[in-house]
């Protein structure tokens, strides 16, 4: 309906308004119920029949000139034939008996107020042909004949005609053939155009058929029939096929996701559930009505963890917002906030930044000109809250196109598997346009990866150790948004993971 109202009132036609306008907005209505198909195949029909159409009137002009010009040059040899054949002087001037034209033409000497003189082959009187004006001279039509009218010497006149009717029934002859053959090839135009506008357009019925269908229908693994071919409408159907496949795999995705939270978040529910069960059972002692809420507290932070990380992985689907950031001060500032875990769980953490070119150095491209260095907890070698002069010194490469909470994010998670399921050395590594969280444990197995990058998956054995199963699949999650790269890497003496950027040019990084 509200298309419907839209459209009438883009072509609504005021009170009064003159004949031409009411048709036009007529047409125009006409033309917008029209359907895709007709309206190509008019639209090329109408091209087709102008091109046509001018095509066959300049076939029959030029036939028409060229026929013409053909007769004017018989009328001028004839009249260089007939100027030899005349004998006498002055207005004693008559042909020769020698003279015989073909019956066809019609040779006239005329003084100069036209009065004939005489005549060899058919005179105009006797071809029905009024007496011709002998002021007009040149070549012209008068009365189905070609006229020729030049002036002599001594005032007199040479007038010479050819009957035209053979030329005017070659040319409505031609006129016959053209207009026949304009129509049989405007129609036969109409045919192929709506035939090849029908066959276009049918991969675009079957998507519409198709969205119609999973509409109506809410399944959405139905697919397009592919079109053949490499043009157009194969790659539309292409791309609606590869749409409808990520749509789906979005769907079952999400629905997978759905129940295995639902799963995740019932177990902790069904213990709390039962702790509060057994503690309302009987009347008890005030410590063990304590020692029940610190367990229950201790489920309801669980809760709360698996709440925030799926609020964390659901707010991934967002836009991005980037934002030109430092590596290092995040590196320093994170490593700086799980230090109290890492004593905590005995464990030793510190972070590194190395092979960090200064821009402008006279020796960046030998090996000696890296800056490297390391330190323990919070003693990295770049504060978070450098100058504006100060940056200008910073290595080019710390730099990247990232979200600086999103980072700070992905890095505590690092951390806080490799401190938690990782050997007792757990290092941060700046290098250029990446960070890379290293510890000295062997790391899950190799064909362990892709389990664990998908939500609520634990590495084998950790069952017992507290987690959600949210933290390496919120790093995938994040890093896709910000085009970087996740690779787990597995080495002598140790485990990492490394999160990278493409290097960009330095004028895209100011």
Request: charged fraction near 20%.
């Amino acid at each position: 309906m509200r298309g419907q109202t839209s459209s009438g009132a883009r072509y609504a036609v005021p009170e009064g308004a003159p004949l031409w306008q009411r048709l036009w907005t007529l047409l125009w209505l006409s033309w917008d119920r029209l359907s895709l198909r007709l309206k190509l195949t008019l639209g090329y029909a109408l091209i087709f029949s102008v091109s046509v159409v001018l095509g066959a009137l300049c076939v029959f002009l030029l036939a028409r000139g060229s026929l013409t010009s053909t007769l004017d040059t018989t009328l001028h040899e004839t009249a260089s034939l007939a100027r030899g054949s005349l004998v006498g002087s002055g207005p004693g001037q008559h042909f020769t008996d020698a003279l015989k034209p073909p019956p066809e033409l019609s040779l006239e000497l005329l003084s100069a107020g036209g009065k004939v003189l005489d005549v060899a082959g058919q005179p105009l009187s006797n071809a029905s042909v009024p007496v011709l004006a002998p002021a007009r001279l040149g070549v012209f039509s008068h009365h189905n004949r070609r006229v020729l009218t030049e002036t002599l010497p001594g005032g007199l006149l040479l007038q010479i005609s050819r009957d035209s009717d053979t030329l005017t029934a070659l040319l409505e002859t031609l006129a016959r053939v053209l207009l026949t053959g304009s129509v049989l090839m405007i129609a036969l135009a109409c045919v192929a155009g709506y035939y090849l506008a029908d066959r276009a357009l049918k991969p675009v019925d079957a998507v519409a058929r198709t969205a119609d269908s999973i509409t109506r229908s809410g399944s959405y693994r139905g697919r397009v029939p592919p079109a053949p071919g490499t043009d157009e409408m194969a790659r539309l159907t292409g791309t609606v096929n590869s749409m409808l496949d990520h749509l789906e795999a979005t769907i079952e995705r999400e629905k997978s996701f759905a129940r295995t939270a639902a799963h995740e978040l019932r177990t902790p529910l069904t213990a709390l559930q039962g702790r509060l069960e057994l503690a309302l059972e009987r009347p008890r002692e005030a410590a063990d009505y304590r020692r029940s809420l610190e367990i229950m507290q201790g489920r309801v932070d669980e809760l709360l963890s698996l709440a925030q990380g799926l609020l964390a992985l659901a707010e991934t689907d967002r836009p991005a917002a980037l934002e030109l950031m430092n590596l290092s001060a995040q590196a320093s500032e994170v490593t700086g906030e799980m230090h109290g875990l890492s004593q905590r769980l005995g464990k030793q953490l510190g972070w590194q930044e190395s092979g960090l070119m200064r821009p402008g150095s006279a020796e960046s491209g030998l090996p000696g000109s890296a800056l490297s260095g390391s330190g323990l907890l919070g003693s990295g070698l770049l504060g978070s809250g450098l100058p504006e002069a100060g940056r200008e010194k910073e290595p080019l490469a710390q730099w990247v196109w990232a979200e600086p909470l999103g980072v700070r994010q992905v890095l505590r998670n690092l951390l806080e598997n490799a401190l938690k399921y990782g050997g007792p050395r757990v290092m941060v590594r700046v290098t250029p346009h990446a960070l890379t969280v290293w510890d000295s444990g062997p790391g899950p197995l190799p064909q362990e990866w892709a389990r664990l990058a998908r939500p609520f998956e634990r590495g084998a054995g950790l069952q017992g150790v507290s987690g959600s199963g949210l933290g390496l699949p919120l790093v995938m999650a994040l890093a896709q948004r910000w085009d970087a790269r996740v690779e787990p890497f597995w080495e002598d003496g140790g485990f990492g993971v490394r999160l990278s950027w493409a290097a960009r040019e330095a004028s895209a990084l100011n």
